[in-house]
């Protein structure tokens, strides 16, 4: 165990990260975390390519300026479309949450028969099936859905309404009626629909991409020698685009312990060098 007090960085368009976050805690219980929410730009995942990279950038860039020694992307949108970028421009560590989940959605379907949920960014991407299907290792069968309600539902704290539960319904008939077995939550914002969504989908595993990124984060620091001790003190640090009057009381339901307000920092002091 070495001492590396750095903290960790973490980035979404919104609440969404919080999914990751969370697993994060669980899984590196004395490390630090900032997390950056872009509240003022989201969504990503209606947003061209060019402008999903120049947000991750920025994103990424502000939370260097806090010395952290790996970066988590906590979104699927900015995973799909400007991993590759930040982890060439970078000199830390990056990752990317697309990778775990689709490990662990080859490794767990039983029938060959897996379906992705995203936003449409995500979707039209095609990362998740190229990415499941260079994991698995006999035939799957991956299909798609974009979901581009979930986000603005999400962050309105509309997480298990009748009108949820409708566009649910109209969302998941495609991939029920294909049979499968295993749901990727592609979006960091679903897991907060968890509940409902386990609930609407007896006997399909759901693959929530923070658990399987969280244990990769683990793996990654204790590689490089970068994991705080027990006696480091840990802690979370909340940073928004956007004042985003719902986040503290989200974060604090998700997360289960109290949490600071967010800090606010304006777009405008973002930059992507
Ligand atoms: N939570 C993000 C994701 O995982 C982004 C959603 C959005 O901003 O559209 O894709």
Known sequence: MTHDQRPIGVFDSGIGGLSVLKHLLHHLPHERFVYLGDTARVPYGNKSAETIKLYARQCAAFLQQHNVKLIVVACNTASALALDVLQRELDVPVLGVIEPASRAAAAGTANGHVGVIGTRATIASNSYARCIEASATSRVIVQSQPCPLFVPLVEEGWLDLPATRLIAA?????????????????????????????????????IDCGEWTARDACDILAQRDELAGPEAQSGMYFYVTDHTPLFTSLAQQFLGRPVNDPVRVSVDHLTDA
């Open 170 to 206: 109209e969302y998941l008939r495609p991939l029920i009626a294909n049979h499968i077995d295993t749901l990727v939550l592609g979006c960091t914002h679903y897991p907060l629909l968890m509940p409902m969504l386990e609930a609407m989908l007896p006997g399909v595993r759901l």
